[in-house]
């Protein structure tokens, strides 16, 4: 999908506060509520936007123990990729999971209520699944910056 500028500003406007209305993008971007709502569906539709969602933090949840864990498989195979992915799935701690390049296989971003919980996911959970060689498990001790925004300056 090709984007223009007028999509650029409605992302930008939706990933600073997606519960504006169309009524108020469309006075913010200048364009009138009926194009507005049909370039929305239109990005919806075809994917640039993937959902919405509340920025929840962790802390005041009682999530204070945040940690990036390396993983590492003893062979790359196609069936242990795709065990591991599956196993992840029923871990709930785990956020994120990104393929990686270097040294290890995956990083995984893990959020828990503390460190005897994150040593149940790595000891018992993580270094249990099949194929899985090793972990390295560094632990977050302040957040610096956070943010689901991505950077649109490309698209204007």
Same mark, same amino acid.
């Given at each position: 999908?090709? @984007?223009?500028?007028i999509?650029?500003? *409605?992302?930008?406007? @939706?990933? +600073?506060? /997606?519960r504006?209305? !169309?009524?108020? *993008?469309s006075? $913010?971007? /200048?364009?009138?509520g009926?194009?507005c709502?049909r370039?929305?569906? =239109?990005?919806?539709?075809? /994917?640039?936007? +993937? /959902? &919405?969602t509340?920025?929840?933090d ?6 204070? !123990?945040?940690?990036?864990v390396?993983v590492? @498989?003893?062979?790359?195979t196609?069936d242990?990729?795709?065990?591991? =992915?599956?196993?992840?799935q %029923? ?5 994120? $999971? &990104?393929?990686?390049t270097?040294?290890?296989?995956f990083?995984?971003?893990v959020?828990?209520?503390?460190? #005897? ?9 993580? @270094? ?5 060689r #090793?972990?390295? %498990?560094?632990?977050?001790? +302040?957040?610096?910056?956070? %943010?689901?925004? *991505?950077? *649109?300056?490309?698209?204007v």
């Amino acid at each position: 999908m090709k @984007l223009d500028r007028i999509d650029a500003r *409605l992302l930008t406007e @939706l990933q +600073q506060d /997606g519960r504006r209305s !169309v009524v108020e *993008l469309s006075e $913010c971007i /200048g364009l009138s509520g009926t194009p507005c709502a049909r370039r929305i569906r =239109q990005l919806e539709h075809n /994917g640039v936007i +993937q /959902g &919405y969602t509340a920025v929840v933090d962790p802390v005041r949840l009682g999530l204070s !123990v945040q940690a990036f864990v390396q993983v590492r @498989l003893e062979r790359q195979t196609d069936d242990n990729v795709a065990h591991f =992915q599956h196993e992840l799935q %029923s871990i709930d701690a785990v956020v994120s $999971c &990104y393929a990686m390049t270097g040294e290890y296989d995956f990083l995984l971003q893990v959020v828990t209520t503390d460190l #005897d919980v994150l040593s149940n996911i790595v000891l018992k959970k993580l @270094l249990s699944i099949r194929s899985v060689r #090793d972990v390295h %498990s560094s632990i977050v001790l +302040q957040t610096i910056k956070r %943010s689901m925004r *991505l950077p *649109l300056a490309h698209l204007v």
